[in-house]
């Protein structure tokens, strides 16, 4: 099992994404969001092979693919975190927190 949280930045939204793997490498997600699109995008996507989606560009990923159909912001930082849950999950990477900091100079 794997849980991220994302507070995605001057929206000041949160979401929470927890994924569960089985043998077969199929992930289980259960994500919430404060962000409406996020929340539109987590009804679409309850179970992913983690075998196809880390297989996949970028752009053809589910998450990618709902994110850009359900609306979300072009910078949206969930699919990515999606993505890395699903990672995670199925022991294919490490748990590390991601940042970015960003200013204006």
């Avoid at 890395?84 to 999950?89: F, G, R, S, T």
Wanted: glycine residues 4%; charged residues 25%.
């Amino acid at each position: 099992m794997a849980s991220v949280e994302v507070v995605a930045g001057v929206c000041g939204l949160t979401t929470r994404i927890v994924s569960i793997a089985d043998e077969d490498l199929t992930v289980s997600l259960a994500i919430e969001s404060d962000c409406a699109h996020i929340r539109q995008l987590a009804e679409q996507i309850e179970r992913v092979s983690a075998l196809e989606e880390l297989r996949k560009p970028i752009h053809e990923t589910t998450p990618y693919r709902l994110a850009g159909a359900c609306r979300a912001h072009v910078a949206c930082p969930v699919p990515s975190a999606i993505l890395k849950a699903v990672e995670v999950a199925c022991g294919m990477a490490l748990p590390a927190d991601v940042h970015m900091t960003i200013r204006r100079d």
